[in-house]
């Protein structure tokens, strides 16, 4: 009965003023988003009361715009469509990472995206908005993590609602040519995207194929010292850097709404990838006998000959991958619900050549055969290939039921409570066959039940009056469990308070404690031995050519997380134009399965049987499958401002605009009196990173020396920049990054050196063109018309990282063409719409 009387109420209160809002006014509302009766000012809170100057003036204040997100949270950012056209992206995936900046989150855990909301409502996958032309959106809203609980899902991510129009229609077609100014290979893209929104129904399919062309470290130069030793051949012209390969991918998603305020949406995706790398070649070291009859000097000769003759060695590999979705949403006496269920189906095939046995080779010229040339240049043309077949079957499926809605209201204002349960399924099949014969097969399973509750309490509230003087203050609360069929339960809590003491002014404090299981591919992907892997063995000081064993570790452990966060966002002004954020974060983790560290000697103790070394200390192999730390620790402080603003309106544009006189918008910000610029920049300072491998070993700090990533240690600082400029159809975006240097600790008891890694500045920038604007070209060439040709340069002034040993050397596996081998990049795309 409360519920029910607090929305009669509420819609006796809209009826009353829709019922006295004057004439001039309802006029705006007509040519206004969806009927909404006033648009909220870009510098205010939706819903939030503006005080009038003049006593004897009323102000009504709108209901939520179609498709916003309706919570006591406000937006960080809010973009209009005249803003998210000046990013110049070309589907919602692309615009995502324009803001990243803005997206991102200092939790410290790394690689997820954020929430994503579809007006206002969750989605079952990413896939169904994933293709969508910017063009159609109306709006994006970005919330902080917090809100992340309305919707049932854990505050460590924040939320981007993106907010589409009712109505649209679109063909759009684009063309990309890309290539590194160093030349070495080529990369394109052909893509056709249909969209139509008719009343809230929607349909959305995209086709892309993106081919690449081989880089080999011939063509950056690279330098082997185990080559051939009389130069017969370069093995560089067969080694890829990076390997050729086709992608297709075929996307669609339909919308229904079916009454009732229900909606349903059907998605489906398949994608084909195929790529070959180049090894290198088989080859063999001996010692050729002074008494053989092909003795240069009468002396025992040891040589390296490589076998050109044979082949190249080769790594093809071909992917499969097809998902399909349903959901739906829909609303239930003021509560929003949603069901969603997702399958994926992933097959991956992988050929390996490796050298044949030339034991039998190498022992004839060793014994000085008459009949075995060991200088003639086809030398062990005849040695045979194995090739290692890896095979494996991913499967996964998911269904997922929420509600959220208020069951209650406190005297600071309703209780916000969200409930949801999940069940999903993973298997993964994998064998390795090494010349035909089985040699490692998985077939591991899981499945898993969850249950959360998330609530947000209301404490005290400026709106409601509510103790006021202390400002508005919440606390949220947040339990799950779940239940693993190879894990047991593992459980998960959250707690955190929501303060704003003073108007623009909100401190966040959130604490998340969870129980986390491997993945099924870390404990079940199969085993892959890849030879010829160019590696630094800082034991030796020396670059050496080994086996890589990586796959999957059924041995992993469970894991156990807390992390706490404390965040300040101010808006001065209550403008959401101006906004400076402090974050501050701390990690620590228990048990946590990780990639195989960088072979320092510190991991080579801890690890002793994940290496081999031959007879004379040589590095031969390493087995990089993943391992367990037993305790990781990080303290982290993220920091920034973003500005955004409009120049060049005349103040009457300026005061409609600001007024939601939508009718009166230039399309797409093209109008010719004025443009967009905004500037993000953040700075992330790394306060403490540890990890004890296990109990008896030292702690690493890998902010002191040490490493456990692919190679590369931890900087203590890193800056992010992202800005642009919009002006009568012409952008220029820049996305900068700088990272400070950092250094790996040599071992004292072998005398090897340390590593030093310089630090590093990368700009991106793109520039584009809206022809629409350009009408004298339009008239010229109509076919122009609702086109847009771009012009990407990625790290534009070259900046490859530099390493360095202690003699100021560059070891060869640090070479620039390793760490990276694409450079500066240039890319050109020719967007048009129909």
Same mark, same amino acid.
Request: no cysteine; hydrophobic share 35%.
């Given at each position: ?7 009669l109420?509420?819609a006796?209160?809209l009826a009353?003023?829709a019922?006295t ?5 309802? =006029? ?7 009927g909404a009766?006033?648009?909220a000012?870009?510098d ?7 005080e ?12 939520a715009v ?6 006591d ?7 209009t ?7 110049g992206?070309s589907?919602?995936?692309d615009?995502?990472e324009?803001l990243?900046?803005q ?5 410290g855990?790394?690689g997820?995206?954020p ?6 409502q969750?989605?079952?996958s990413?896939r ?5 032309p ?5 709006r994006v809203?970005?919330?902080?993590e ?12 924040r ?5 589409l129009?009712?109505?649209?229609n679109q ?7 890309g290539q ?6 080529r990369?394109?893209?052909v893509?056709?995207?249909?969209t139509?929104?008719? @009343? ?17 470290e011939?063509?950056r130069?690279i330098?082997?010292?185990d080559?051939?030793?009389l130069?017969v051949?370069d093995?560089?012209d067969?080694r890829t850097?990076q ?13 229904r709404q079916?009454?009732?305020g229900?909606?349903?949406?059907l ?6 990838e ?10 063999a070291?001996?010692?050729?006998p ?7 000097t009468?002396?025992d000769e040891?040589l390296?000959r ?5 082949g190249v ?10 998902q399909? =979705?349903?959901?739906?949403?829909g ?7 949603s069901?969603?269920g997702?399958?994926a189906?992933?097959e ?8 044949? @046995?030339?034991d039998?080779l190498?022992?004839a010229i ?5 009949n075995?040339?060991?200088f003639?240049a ?8 194995v090739? @290692?077949r ?10 997922t039921?929420t509600?959220a809605?208020?069951?209650l ?10 409930l ?14 090494r010349g035909g ?9 899981r ?7 998330n609530?947000?309490?209301?404490i005290?509230?400026?709106r409601e009056?509510v103790?006021?003087?202390i ?11 779940s ?5 047991g339960?593992l459980?998960?809590y959250?707690?955190g308070?929501?303060?704003e ?10 604490v998340? =404690?969870e129980?986390a299981?491997?993945?099924?591919a870390?404990?079940?992907d ?18 050496v050519?080994?086996d ?7 041995d992993?452990l469970?894991e ?6 404390l965040?300040?966002?101010w ?9 400076l954020?402090?974050e ?6 228990e048990d ?8 320092t000697?510190a ?5 002793p049987?994940?290496v081999v ?6 590095l031969?192999?390493i087995d990089a499958?993943?391992v367990?730390?037993s305790?990781?620790?990080a303290?982290r402080?993220r920091?920034g ?8 309106q005349d ?8 007024g ?13 009196d ?6 993000s ?7 403490d ?15 002191d ?11 203590r600082h890193t ?5 642009g400029v919009f002006?009568g159809?012409f952008?220029l975006?820049?996305n900068a990054?700088y990272t400070g240097?950092a ?5 004292d008891?072998t005398?090897?050196s340390?590593l030093?890694? =310089?630090d ?12 629409d604007s ?10 122009l018309?609702g086109?847009?040709?771009?012009l990407?340069v ?9 390493v360095?040993?202690g ?8 070479q ?9 990049f240039v890319?050109?795309?020719?967007r048009?719409?129909?």
């Amino acid at each position: 009965m409360r519920i029910r009387s607090f929305f009669l109420s509420s819609a006796a209160a809209l009826a009353l003023g829709a019922a006295t809002l004057p004439a001039a006014a309802q =006029g705006m509302a007509a040519d206004g988003d969806d009927g909404a009766a006033v648009e909220a000012p870009e510098d205010s809170e939706a819903g939030r009361p503006e005080e009038a100057d003049d006593e004897n003036v009323i102000v009504i204040t709108a209901g939520a715009v179609r498709g916003t997100v309706v919570s006591d949270i406000p937006p960080q950012l809010e973009l209009t469509e005249e803003t998210i056209a000046s990013y110049g992206a070309s589907s919602i995936e692309d615009l995502l990472e324009a803001l990243g900046p803005q997206t991102g989150s200092a939790r410290g855990r790394g690689g997820g995206m954020p929430v994503i909301l579809l007006n206002g409502q969750r989605i079952g996958s990413f896939r169904e908005l994933r293709d969508l032309p910017p063009e159609a959106i109306e709006r994006v809203q970005i919330f902080p993590e917090e809100l992340a609980l309305q919707y049932g899902y854990r505050p460590d991510q924040r939320v981007v609602n993106f907010i589409l129009k009712d109505n649209f229609n679109q063909l759009s077609a684009e063309l990309e040519y890309g290539q590194p100014t160093a030349g070495g290979f080529r990369s394109g893209e052909v893509e056709a995207t249909l969209t139509r929104i008719d @009343d809230g129904n929607r349909l959305n399919i995209d086709l892309e194929y993106q081919p690449s062309t081989r880089l080999t470290e011939a063509e950056r130069g690279i330098v082997r010292d185990d080559g051939d030793s009389l130069g017969v051949v370069d093995e560089t012209d067969f080694r890829t850097l990076q390997p050729s390969s086709d992608t297709f991918e075929a996307n669609a998603s339909w919308n229904r709404q079916i009454g009732g305020g229900t909606g349903l949406t059907l998605s489906g995706e398949y994608s084909h990838e195929e790529s070959e790398a180049l090894q290198g070649l088989s080859g063999a070291s001996f010692v050729v006998p002074g008494s053989s009859p092909f003795s240069r000097t009468g002396e025992d000769e040891a040589l390296r000959r490589l076998f050109p003759g044979a082949g190249v060695l080769r790594r093809d590999s071909s992917t499969d991958a097809a998902q399909a =979705g349903a959901a739906l949403n829909g609303n239930l006496s003021g509560w929003q619900w949603s069901l969603s269920g997702n399958y994926a189906l992933t097959e991956q095939t992988v050929f390996t050549d490796r050298q044949g @046995d030339t034991d039998a080779l190498v022992a004839a010229i060793e014994a000085g055969d008459p009949n075995i040339d060991p200088f003639a240049a086809d030398l062990g043309s005849g040695t045979a290939f194995v090739t @290692d077949r890896a095979e494996s079957t991913s499967q996964t499926a998911d269904v997922t039921a929420t509600i959220a809605g208020s069951p209650l209201d406190l005297p600071a204002g309703p209780v916000s409570l969200s409930l949801s349960t999940a069940f999903d399924w993973q298997d993964l099949e994998s064998r390795t066959l090494r010349g035909g014969a089985p040699i490692a097969s998985s077939d591991l399973s899981r499945s898993r039940g969850n249950v959360r509750a998330n609530a947000d309490l209301p404490i005290t509230s400026v709106r409601e009056g509510v103790l006021d003087a202390i400002g508005s203050l919440s606390v949220n609360l947040t339990a799950g469990y779940s239940e693993l069929s190879d894990f047991g339960g593992l459980t998960e809590y959250g707690y955190g308070l929501r303060w704003e003491p003073v108007e623009d002014l909100v401190l966040l404090a959130s604490v998340i =404690g969870e129980e986390a299981a491997p993945t099924v591919a870390q404990l079940g992907d199969a085993v892959i031995v890849t030879p010829n892997v160019a590696t630094f063995d800082i034991a030796t000081g020396n670059t050496v050519f080994i086996d890589q064993i990586t796959g999957g570790n059924p041995d992993l452990l469970a894991e156990s997380r807390r992390d706490l966060k404390l965040s300040l966002n101010w808006s001065p002004g209550g403008s959401r134009e101006q906004q400076l954020t402090f974050e501050y974060v701390k990690n620590r983790s228990e048990d946590v399965s990780s990639a195989f560290p960088a072979l320092t000697p510190a991991i080579e103790a801890a690890f002793p049987d994940r290496v081999v070394r031959g007879a004379d200390g040589n590095l031969l192999s390493i087995d990089a499958r993943p391992v367990t730390f037993s305790e990781v620790e990080a303290e982290r402080l993220r920091y920034g401002f973003s500005l955004r603003g409009e120049f060049g309106q005349d103040e009457e544009e300026e005061g409609g605009r600001r007024g939601g006189r939508g009718g009166g918008r230039p399309p797409f910000g093209r109008g010719p009196d004025g443009g967009r610029w905004n500037l993000s920049v953040f700075h992330n300072w790394s306060l403490d990173e540890t990890v004890l491998i296990r109990p008896g070993v030292d702690r690493l700090d890998l902010l002191d020396g040490d490493v456990t990533g692919s190679g590369a240690p931890i900087s203590r600082h890193t800056v992010e920049l992202e800005g642009g400029v919009f002006l009568g159809g012409f952008g220029l975006r820049a996305n900068a990054n700088y990272t400070g240097k950092a250094r790996v600790d040599g071992s004292d008891i072998t005398g090897s050196s340390d590593l030093y890694f =310089g630090d590093l500045f990368t700009l991106d920038l793109r520039l584009f063109a809206d022809l629409d604007s350009q009408q004298g070209l339009t008239e010229a060439v109509p076919f122009l018309k609702g086109s847009r040709l771009s012009l990407d340069v990625e790290n534009v002034f070259g900046g490859i990282r530099r390493v360095e040993n202690g003699a100021g050397e560059v070891p060869l596996a640090y070479q620039p063409g390793y760490v990276d081998p694409v450079g500066r990049f240039v890319e050109i795309e020719f967007r048009k719409t129909f």
